[in-house]
């Protein structure tokens, strides 16, 4: 038995040799499919993504992960090597782009709602100002005061066993959400608020509403 953050497990693996025991290695299908830059394909994965995530590293080692929505064709592609992001409007805890001024290492997930494959990119970031790139980047009229620059390290696509698995796209597979709590919830309780659930709420939709771009 092995104590594992206060769990009490079988066996920890903690070596290559131990995870390899349980998973195989990678096919040739899947072992080389890793590449440097954007290609054809990646380009027009891209042009259809309208949501990715964005993974950072905290100070304190950790990791935040934070999804930035647009309509599709949102993220910009200089070169074959970069990839730039617009930074919208948030609640300006900017948390990103805090973790990037410290640690520039960052990975992005690319989703299309409805298509089951995705897209991983992971690379160096880079926080930046440039009238012609936010410009190309506005919606609506607005156009973002800050962009994020990545410079690919690496690129690969996933197959769709996680979106089937779940059900992601599958209306009939959706789960019922009447006592998922809500934003204005999490914030009341986990900042310790006075204010009424209702009133955070209010707060929330209204930021939402006004301040999407």
């Not at 104590?3 to 995870?19: A, K, R, Y």
């Not at 440039?130 to 973002?144: F, I, Q, S, Y």
């Not at 996933?158 to 009939?172: D, L, S, T």
Request: hydrophobic share 40%.
């Amino acid at each position: 038995m092995a104590d594992v953050f206060g769990i009490p497990v079988e066996e920890e693996i903690t070596t290559q040799d131990g995870l390899r025991t349980y998973r195989n290695p990678p096919s040739r299908f899947v072992a080389n499919k890793v590449i440097d830059h954007v290609d054809d394909l990646a380009r027009r994965f891209i042009a259809a993504s309208s949501m990715v995530v964005l993974a950072t590293r905290r100070a304190d080692g950790g990791v935040d992960m934070t999804p930035r929505g647009d309509p599709p064709g949102f993220v910009q592609i200089p070169n074959d090597r970069v990839i730039a992001l617009p930074d919208r409007l948030g609640n300006n805890r900017a948390d990103a782009c805090e973790n990037i001024l410290r640690e520039p290492g960052v990975g992005r997930y690319f989703i299309i709602p409805g298509h089951k494959d995705s897209l991983r990119i992971s690379g160096q970031a880079r926080i930046v100002r440039d009238t012609t790139l936010m410009g190309d980047m506005a919606v609506r009229g607005h156009v973002p005061d800050l962009a994020i620059l990545v410079r690919l390290d690496a690129l690969l696509s996933h197959c769709p066993k996680a979106f089937v698995r779940a059900g992601m796209w599958e209306r009939e597979a959706w789960p019922d959400i009447s006592n998922v709590p809500s934003a204005g919830e999490f914030l009341k309780v986990h900042g310790s608020l006075p204010d009424p659930v209702a009133d955070v709420e209010g707060i929330v939709e209204r930021d939402g509403q006004n301040r999407l771009y």
